[in-house]
């Protein structure tokens, strides 16, 4: 009876150790597996912060790229505007040189002006070309202020 005892004790200790070597196993899968997964999360928090940074970086690009354009349309602006300028100083110019050299003659400016809708006295075409004359600033041009 001892001896079946024996065995039987010999039987139940194999089984638990047995089932203390399967339950180590399984203690180093699931190690293994926990490693895997730190790893994993590691490499995404790694990704998320590079996703974060070219996220940030695309959109400070993108706000570059639209200053750039707003400055690009304002040189654009500021461009035609300076030939508007220096086509009207040509103008200017050449009417100067013109009424100095008695090109230009009081009647044929009124006739101009009359033809472009607006009217012209006799005071304000005296000023216009008494102050060509003197060097000073001329008056208002009639010419300038009518509606078309």
Wanted: proline residues 2%.
């Amino acid at each position: 009876k001892e001896q079946r005892v024996l065995e039987h004790r010999a039987h139940e200790c194999a089984e638990a150790e047995e089932a203390l070597d399967n339950a180590r196993e399984q203690v180093l899968e699931k190690t293994v597996l926990l490693e895997d997964v730190n790893k994993l999360r590691l490499t995404a928090v790694a990704e998320d912060r590079r996703r974060m940074r070219t996220t940030l970086l695309e959109e400070e690009q993108h706000e570059v790229r639209a200053e750039l354009e707003e400055t690009h349309a304002a040189l654009g602006r500021a461009q035609s505007e300076l030939e508007e300028v220096r086509e009207r100083g040509k103008k200017v110019l050449a009417n100067v040189i013109a009424q100095q050299e008695g090109l230009i003659t009081r009647h044929r400016v009124q006739a101009f002006v009359r033809k472009l809708g607006a009217e012209v006295t006799g005071r304000e075409l005296d000023e216009l070309f008494t102050a060509q004359e003197h060097g000073t600033r001329p008056a208002p041009a009639p010419w300038k202020t009518a509606k078309y």
